[in-house]
Structures are given as C-alpha cells and as structure tokens.
C-alpha cells in the first residue's frame, strides 16, 4: 500500500502521535513530510509505504501559514511553550511592523532556534538545551515569498500569513522581526493551511478515521508529483525494472514510469538521454 492522507493535525498532539494513528490504521509503515510542533495545527501530509521515499521531493516545497506573533514577550523556546517572560519588551504598532515586513522577503540568513531537531553532534538541539548545554546555531538560508499583517490579538497579539519555502523556522521569524523593531516576540499559535500540493481545504482529522473509511482518504502517490509521465515498451521495461538504463531522446529530468501494464511503478531519471529508474514506489 503506498499514498499519502492529508491529515488536519491537532493542536497540542505531536506529529508522531498523528502518524501512529494512521500507521495503526492501516497496518503499515507511514512517515510524515515535514514535523509540526505540539503547539501548531494544521496540514500535515503522511507518506503511506514506500511514499516515504519521496521526502526528499518535498523540501523545497511552498508553505504557507497563520500565526501569531506576541509581542513584548519573550521566552527560551521562542514560543508561548517555553519559560515565558512577560513584559520582557515593548509593543510595537501595526504601522511599525508592517514598515519592516518587506526587508524579510527573498532568500534571508536565519538562526534556527536553539529549541528544534537541528543535529549538533549527534545529539538534538532541544535535547542540548533541556540539559543546559551553551551552544549556537550557525544562521541557514531560507526562501519567505510573503508576510503579511493580516490582523490583531488584544493588545500584544498579531496576525500574520506567511508563505515561504520547505526548513523556515516561524518561531526564528517572530524573533527577528521583533528585534528588528527594537523588541522581542514569541510565537503563541501556528497553523499551517498549505504544504505543496496539500491544502487544508480537503485535509482530515485523525480523530475522523477508521479502519473502515480510513482507504477513502488515501491520495494517490502518482497525483501529488509533478513530473511528465513515461510509458516504456516491453522491451524497455524488462530493462528498466531489472535495474539496467537505457537510451532515451528525452531532455534531462525526473519523469513518472508506469511498467507495461499502464501501472504506476516510481520514478525515473534522464540525464543527457540515458533513462533509468530511480525510485521504486508502487
């Protein structure tokens, strides 16, 4: 069994916990493509069988979310979750911060938070930071397309879409802006509505699932690639499928492969006019 089921997530559930129910449901070995922290909600696609090969194919994807940035605070995590301190800042105006949204656009230099999975020598960051370890991050580059103001939360609290490309840390983005304007922010909500192809429009909760509907939900691994389809002849396919390459007048690139029988079968790779398969995932 192979796909993926777009899962609405949870506030407050950890992204593993999302993928047991439907590993559990389905008898079969599932992965997500791209972690939520406990605090956010929203789009999280689940890799099915060997749909989980395709993570790689997701990183760079286009992201897009609503969040909440509460200024004046600040806290170790970045978040309302860690040792909060409030009335740590000031709280900017709407005018102030929309003045500075635009120097966040592009590609930007961004220091992950020191509270994430980032590897430091084989150990996590959050783990170095719950031990009490000093350690720094190295800045990483990462694509934003958008942010916008889009609305207030009392009187500390503001609203923000943001579309930005697949490793963007949302908690490091409420910190920079802040400091930007001479403050500090923390994140307190998070909900992804968009994550490639998977939008939340047509995303389910896990809590709705069951062994008996759980199949209706399944999107086809084939759907969610965007790459031009081959169809080999006999010939071609035995060759193909046995891990051998064959010569092709195709530009270079990724393609979808079907076998002879018009099944989808994975994914295939030209580069200057040799074909080969590249991934098995049907």
Avoid: W
Avoid at 64 to 81: E, M, N, V
Avoid at 165 to 170: A, D, K, L, V
Avoid at 226 to 234: A, K, L
């Amino acid at each position: 069994m192979t796909g993926f089921i777009n899962i609405n997530k949870e506030k407050g559930v950890s992204s593993a916990k999302e993928v047991s129910v439907v590993k559990k449901l389905l008898n079969t070995p599932c992965g997500h493509l791209g972690t939520l922290d406990p605090l956010a909600s929203g789009v999280l696609p689940i890799a099915i069988g060997n749909a989980a090969r395709l993570f790689d194919y997701f990183l760079d994807k286009r992201k897009t979310y609503i969040a909440i940035f509460k200024f004046g605070a600040d806290s170790d995590t970045l978040d309302i979750t860690g040792n909060l301190r409030e009335r740590a800042g000031t709280v900017p105006s709407e005018n102030d911060i929309k003045q500075v949204l635009s120097e966040f656009i592009g590609e930007i230099n961004q220091i992950p938070p020191l509270y994430s999975a980032k590897n430091i020598s084989g150990k996590r960051g959050y783990e170095l930071a719950r031990a009490g370890v000093s350690f720094e991050l190295p800045p990483k580059k990462v694509n934003i397309y958008s942010v916008e103001l889009i609305g207030s939360r009392g009187t500390d609290g503001f609203v923000f879409k943001i579309e930005c490309g697949g490793g963007t840390y949302i908690r490091s983005l409420a910190r920079d802006i802040a400091a930007r304007l001479g403050t500090v922010a923390v994140m307190s909500e998070l909900k992804r509505t968009q994550s490639g192809i998977f939008n939340i429009d047509n995303a389910v909760k896990s809590k709705d699932l069951t062994a008996d509907n759980i199949k209706n939900f399944i999107i086809p691994t084939e759907s969610v690639l965007p790459y031009e389809s081959i169809f080999p002849n006999t010939d071609e396919a035995k060759k193909l499928f046995n891990g051998l390459s064959v010569n092709s007048g195709m530009k270079d690139g990724i393609y979808k492969i079907y076998n002879a029988d018009g099944l989808f079968y994975g994914l295939a790779e030209v580069t200057q006019s040799v074909l080969r398969v590249k991934k098995k995932l049907c």
